[in-house]
Nanobody
Framework: QVQLVESGGGLVEAGGSLRLSCAAS????????MGWFRQAQGKEREFLAA????????YYADSVKGRFTISRDNAKNTVYLQMNSLKPEDTAVYSC????????????????????WGQGTQVTVSS
């Protein structure tokens, strides 16, 4: 069982930056691909970014490519999402997720591939 806890959300002005963190319990974290998703009020949850267990490969949704960066520190059991040039439309609850398929060669953009989810952290971008 893996528990994921997000932090780092808050209120920021348009054009600003935030760094989200997702702390994971358990020794298996370093073998899992990780993803970040968000859900705006009244909308479906959408994929943002994913990273393989090694951190070598990363994947991004077009909507955030060039603005958001996913990274991980396996020694700290933590995955990060650096968000720059934030826009009001980035306002949402941001959640991290873990794919428990050990040492997968890719990191999926599909929610169904992820087995564990955090509670989420609210990000609000004011105009």
């Amino acid at each position: 069982q893996v528990q994921l806890v997000e932090s780092g959300g808050g209120l920021v002005e348009a054009g600003g930056s935030l760094r989200l963190s997702c702390a994971a319990s358990g020794r298996a974290f370093s073998s899992y691909a990780m993803g970040w998703f968000r859900q705006a009020q009244g909308k479906e949850r959408e994929f943002l970014a994913a990273i393989t267990w090694s951190g070598v490969y990363t994947y991004y949704a077009d909507s955030v490519k060039g603005r958001f960066t996913i990274s991980r520190d396996n020694a700290k059991n933590t995955v990060y999402l650096q968000m720059n040039s934030l826009k009001p439309e980035d306002t949402a609850v941001y959640s991290c997720a873990a794919d428990s398929n050990y040492y997968s060669s890719y990191a999926s953009n599909l929610q169904s591939e992820y087995d564990y989810w955090g509670q989420g952290t609210q990000v609000t971008v004011s105009s």
